[in-house]
Structure formats: structure tokens, C-alpha cells
């Protein structure tokens, strides 16, 4: 069964400094992985992918991650973290059709 | 910009009560989800429906909860008895037909038991 390992429930960085957030999967067949954010009490919004291809994903607000299958890892990167970015950040992996999550990383952002 | 429309966005209510959500997909989703987040952790899915199917519910607590779909565009969740481990945000996702991958999640319903 698939499942995502997020490394850290709470990670914090200062404004411009660089952003973080690891994601481990276990997966006995190419698995199709996601990173959502959540900002408090909304729901989910989709940051970016990985399906097929290129392993690097770029995704919305200036994030994105690398698929290594060799690492079994799919970490959420960002150069700059802006005050905004400061969400909860849930890694998922597909299984049998269905979405599989991590149990998220808070982010805060210092000035 | 379509969205996933769920109501109400809170709810406080007594155990042993009953309680109501209620979402609308995105026009054209055939699929709907319904997922459940306790404060700390992911979500997890309760229940999945294509059309007006459920096509798992492996995950849900038939003795309390129940979900229905009946023609196939909303749908509500029920749970009765409400027991205070139920509190939690319910969620609510669609897709379009064999589009797992692309979910579209609302803004969630807040539910707290006292």
C-alpha cells in the first residue's frame, strides 16, 4: 500500500530565506504525487504535480519539487518564502485511484 | 472560476445530535468526494461517488454515517448519532469522470461536538 512520510509537522523560515519541505513515499508501482496548501479553515488547493516526464514540477506561487525515484522522495521547494506562504502543506500519493496524504508541515513565515 | 460549494462552513452541535452537510461539485464532475481531517493530520477519504455510485466506502462508519448522491450532482453526509470524535472538517472534492488525479477540493465544513 502507498503511503507519504512528511518529515517535520512545523518548519519556520524568515522572509527571503529559502523553503523546505520534504515528502517520502512508498510506492510498489510509479506513483503519481502531489503537494497541496491549505490555508486555515479552506480547503485544499492544488501547488503542483507529478505524473509522467520531467521530474522537476514547477507549480503555482513560485514553488516546486523534484520527483527522485531512487530517493523515493518528492520535496516541496520555494527560493523566496513571502509572508503569505505561511499555510499548512500536505504531500499525497495516488493509490487505486484515490488520494492518499501526509499528515502536512505548518510553515510559518517570520518577518 | 467553478468551485466546490459546501454548506454550512461551521457547525457546533451536542452529541448524540444529528448532523447535515451538504456540497455541490463543479458543474460536469461526475466524481465527488468526501473526506474527513482531524485537527493535526491529513485527510482521509470517506467516501467516493461516480455519478450517483458510491465506489468506496471502505473508509466509512456505516453504524453512524451515511452519504448519498441521488441524482448524481450534490450530495449530503449525515452523521447520527454525532460522538465528540467525530469533530473534525469535512471536505468535499470533485472530478471529472476518470480524472482522480485532478480534484477540486470546497472550503470545508467545521464540525465541532460538544
Known amino acids: 500500500a502507498q503511503s507519504v512520510t512528511q518529515l517535520g509537522s512545523h518548519v519556520s523560515v524568515s522572509e527571503g530565506a529559502l523553503v523546505l519541505l520534504r515528502c517520502n513515499y512508498s510506492?510498489?508501482?510509479?506513483?503519481?504525487l502531489f503537494w497541496y496548501v491549505q490555508y486555515p479553515n479552506q480547503g485544499l488547493q492544488l501547488l503542483l504535480k507529478y505524473t509522467t516526464g520531467a521530474t522537476l514540477v514547477k507549480g503555482i506561487n513560485g514553488f516546486e519539487a523534484e520527483f527522485k525515484k531512487s530517493e523515493t522522495s518528492f520535496h516541496l521547494t520555494k527560493p523566496s518564502a513571502h509572508m503569505s506562504d505561511a499555510a499548512e502543506y500536505f504531500c499525497?500519493?495516488?493509490?487505486?485511484?484515490?488520494?492518499?496524504f501526509g499528515q502536512g508541515t505548518e510553515l510559518s513565515v517570520k518577518p | 472560476e467553478a468551485e466546490v460549494a459546501q454548506s454550512p462552513r461551521y457547525k457546533i452541535t451536542e452529541k448524540s445530535q444529528a448532523v447535515a452537510f451538504w456540497c455541490d461539485p463543479i458543474?460536469?464532475?461526475?466524481?465527488l468526494y468526501w473526506y474527513r481531517q482531524i485537527l493535526g493530520q491529513g485527510p482521509e477519504l470517506l467516501v467516493q461517488f461516480q455519478d450517483e455510485s458510491v465506489v468506496d466506502d471502505s473508509q466509512l462508519p456505516k453504524d453512524r454515517f451515511s452519504a448519498e448522491r441521488l441524482k448524481g450532482v450534490d450530495s449530503t453526509l449525515k452523521i447520527q448519532p454525532a460522538e465528540l470524535g467525530d469533530s473534525a472538517m469535512y471536505l468535499c472534492?470533485?472530478?471529472?469522470?476518470?480524472?482522480?488525479?485532478?480534484?477540486?477540493f470546497g472550503p470545508g465544513t467545521r464540525l465541532t461536538v460538544l
Open positions: 472534492a470533485s472530478s471529472l469522470r476518470g480524472k482522480n488525479n485532478e480534484q477540486f
Open positions: 499525497a500519493v495516488t493509490q487505486g485511484g484515490k488520494l492518499i
Open positions: 510506492s510498489s508501482v510509479p506513483p503519481y
Open positions: 458543474s460536469g464532475h461526475a466524481t
